[in-house]
């Protein structure tokens, strides 16, 4: 059974920090790209960043370049996702993904439950 988890969400003041983290089990992790997508309130999701199989690679969304850094630890199946200089339009559900493609494309063929980010002051 393919299961995501993800951790780490919270409260966070503008300008601020967070890591957030996924846990995979039941893939072949090292054969999948990994992604974190999110849905702010009222919006559509919206991919924010993939890895790739090797952690060699990665992407990101426009909106979170050079802010956020996207990183994996093949050994220990984790994903995590550093997010720095949060803003306050990054409030919404983080949630992570596994795919086949290496792309920042809406799907992902396994999801996590996501969890929530609350950038306010």
């Known amino acids: 059974q393919v299961q995501l988890v993800e951790s780490g969400g919270g409260l966070v003041q503008p300008g601020g920090s967070l890591r957030l983290s996924c846990t995979l089990s039941?893939?072949?992790?090292?054969?999948?790209?990994i992604g974190w997508w999110r849905q702010g309130p009222g919006k559509e999701r919206e991919p924010v960043a993939v890895i790739s199989s090797g952690g060699g690679n990665t992407l990101y969304a426009d909106s979170v370049k050079g802010r956020f850094t996207i990183s994996r630890n093949n050994a220990e199946n984790m994903v995590y996702l550093q997010m720095n200089s949060v803003k306050p339009g990054a409030t919404a559900i983080y949630s992570c993904g596994a795919r086949r493609m290496y792309d920042l494309g809406p799907q992902a063929d396994y999801w996590g439950q996501g969890t929530q980010v609350t950038v306010s002051s």
């Open positions: 039941g893939i072949i992790f090292r054969t999948k790209a």
